[in-house]
């Protein structure tokens, strides 16, 4: 972790990558670390945040229909609380709502949330593309994929496209 001068923010590099010059370079005024600990901060950065708080930017809980022996392997730095043999409760973070609604999905067990509100907008939202990308299948009838839908960007460019064309 270093200053860097030209941005003047803290940088963190990855040790494989770093290279001893010779000779070293202009002498340098030590800066203090935001919070004092060089590992809290970054950790607070790998997180999103600015280096002054180690928590994640989102942060949720939930219900998961699965024992906590089951998922305790798997909640990374989440907290798994035992609710009984069949369930247990998960405290967990992520760096953005559609990542910690997917980081709950992973455990492929149905769960409830318990909050905050925007952790279950992120699942509906979820919910909401997943099933886009599947094919609708009618009775009696084979499955047909379903048209992607399309960006403002494509709707407009093809727009375009097609009024070219027109008047050709």
Known sequence: MAWDLDREDWRVFRVDRVRPRTPTGPRFTPREVPGG???????????????????????????????????????????????????????????????LAAA?????????????????????????????????ARPGTAATPREPAESPRQASSGSVRRSASRSR
């Open 104 to 136: 709950i999905g992973r455990f492929d067990a149905d769960f409830e949330v318990i909050g905050p509100p925007r952790l279950a907008t992120a699942c509906a939202g979820l919910a909401t593309r997943y099933a886009r990308a599947v094919p609708v």
């Open 37 to 99: 600990n060089v590992s809290a901060f970054v950790s607070s950065r790998f997180r999103g945040n600015d280096g002054t708080v180690t928590d994640w930017p989102c942060n949720g809980e939930v219900v998961l229909r699965l024992p906590a022996a089951q998922v305790a392997p798997f909640a990374q730095d989440g907290i798994v609380e035992e609710l009984g043999p069949h369930h247990c409760r998960l405290a967990l973070g992520s760096w953005s709502w559609t990542g």
